[in-house]
């Protein structure tokens, strides 16, 4: 009997590419890494990569070459929305936010521009490459303008008198910068998903993915989170445990040959901040170590 080995899409070079790479290397899954090939064999995980341009995606995993994907939100809009009524895709399914590749899909005039607000773009041209999500929010807005399409580089319009403003992604907004450009409206803000065909799958199949997304539940918990171990006075375990910031309770372990001294350990499910290991300093704790946690399994 052949092994059942599940199809996924990511994005071949760009923005998404290299965290959706190393999210898969945190959920151990390791492949033979050659940018020029179709399909990756993952070597201790029943999965092959296939490398694509993100506008793909949403069609490759709604037609089933690919059982999953990672894509932004604003691409599977674009894509899919025709697909189905209104925001999600009829036919694709968000398994997870990956909570990277955070952008915005946003208006941008010439920066000379008087921007007076949505209504005066009426009868201009607008370049992007996202009509689709465009024309329902001006449709939306009872704003009229001249859609001009371009699959890339949307930036230059205005200075080549192709258009008077762009509809793009903006992410730390140097693109917009370069170019003269202010961003004046959002009309999406997206980060990465994890897709799937909303269509049952073999049961075999759906193990594998069950298996993938428990996997990338314990990399995005352990994301911020901190395990810290601290040493303190065992009169001050109330007060040191009222500052650490949200966590389930924490262990608290005798120190060998310290009667009045006790080691704390505890997740923290954020960040630890100074502000708050000063807090610790001043209730008694000394020894603080913050360490970054590599997975968490509920
Ligand atoms: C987007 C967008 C801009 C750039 C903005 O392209 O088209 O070129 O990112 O980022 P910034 O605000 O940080 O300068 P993307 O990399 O998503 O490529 P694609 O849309 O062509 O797939
Ligand atoms: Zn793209």
């Not at 992007?128 to 371009?150: H, K, M």
């Not at 699959?151 to 793009?168: F, M, N, R, T």
Request: charged fraction near 25%; aromatic fraction near 4%.
């Amino acid at each position: 009997m052949s092994e059942t080995r599940i199809r996924m899409a990511i994005q071949k070079s760009g923005r998404l590419n290299q965290r959706s790479v190393s999210l898969l290397e945190k959920c151990g899954i390791d492949f033979p890494w050659r940018q020029n090939m179709l399909l990756n064999r993952c070597r201790d995980f029943p999965l092959d990569l296939m490398l694509v341009r993100d506008d793909d995606i949403p069609e490759y995993v709604r037609t089933g070459v690919c059982d999953i994907g990672i894509v932004g939100q604003n691409v599977l809009e674009e894509k899919l929305s025709g697909h189905g009524h209104g925001e999600a895709p009829a036919e694709v399914a968000v398994l997870r936010e990956l909570g990277f590749g955070h952008c915005r899909l946003s208006i941008a005039v010439p920066k000379d521009r008087d921007y007076g607000g949505l209504e005066t773009l009426n009868g201009t041209r607008i370049a992007t490459s996202y009509p689709v999500i465009l024309g329902r929010f001006l449709r939306a807005s009872d704003v009229s303008v001249d859609i001009v399409e371009l699959s890339g580089s949307v930036e230059i319009a205005p200075a080549l008198k192709v258009a008077d403003a762009i509809c793009d992604l903006v992410s730390s907004g140097s693109t917009l910068q370069s170019n003269g450009l202010e961003e004046v409206e959002t009309i999406l803000t997206s980060q990465a998903v994890l897709i799937r065909a909303r269509n049952g799958a073999p049961s075999a199949t759906e193990e594998i993915i069950d298996r993938l997304s428990r996997r990338i539940d314990g990399v995005l918990r352990a994301g911020k989170s901190k395990y810290i171990m601290m040493n303190a006075p065992a009169s001050r375990v109330d007060d040191i445990c009222e500052i650490l910031p949200g966590m389930e309770s924490p262990s608290v372990v005798p120190l060998v040959g310290q009667r009045d001294r006790v080691a704390i350990h505890a997740v923290a499910p954020e960040d630890v901040f100074w502000d708050t290991m000063d807090r610790l300093k001043a209730a008694g704790a000394a020894s603080i170590l913050v360490v970054p946690i590599e997975k968490i399994i509920a």
